[in-house]
């Protein structure tokens, strides 16, 4: 019903940036929420930044400040922008999308990850 396409990902030292896209097709009537959630090596998956339908963001604290979420609506793609990247930072970052399509109603989708790798 719905693909996403991430993109993005890398390797960076600490201290850099990067730029995570991602972009939903298929038979999309609306979009309720796009977000980016991480999972680091062992830990649990967290929500990392979001952004609604309205243009109202959500970021975690230990992102705030160094990171923005934005999306484009008429492209169906949201994107992460992070800066002063931290060892910490380092998670396989996952795309989330709300949405609602012909035949399924409101769902929601996931990403396939992208791995992000800070270096001290």
């Known amino acids: 019903q719905v693909h996403l396409e991430e993109s993005g990902g890398g390797l960076v030292q600490a201290g850099g940036s990067l730029r995570l896209s991602c972009a939903a097709s298929?038979?999309?009537?609306?979009?309720?929420?796009m977000g980016w959630y991480r999972q680091p090596p062992g830990l649990q998956r967290e929500l990392v930044a979001g952004?609604?339908?309205?243009?109202?963001?959500n970021y975690v604290d230990s992102v705030k400040g160094r990171s923005t979420i934005s999306r484009d609506s008429a492209k169906n793609t949201v994107y992460l922008q992070m800066n002063s990247l931290e060892p910490e930072d380092t998670a396989v970052y996952y795309c989330?999308?709300?949405?609602?399509?012909?035949?399924?109603?409101?769902?929601?989708?996931w990403g396939q990850g992208t791995q992000v790798t800070v270096s001290s």
């Open positions: 989330n999308v709300r949405a609602y399509t012909r035949g399924r109603g409101t769902w929601t989708y």
């Open positions: 298929g038979s999309i009537v609306s979009i309720d929420f």
């Open positions: 952004i609604n339908s309205g243009g109202r963001t």
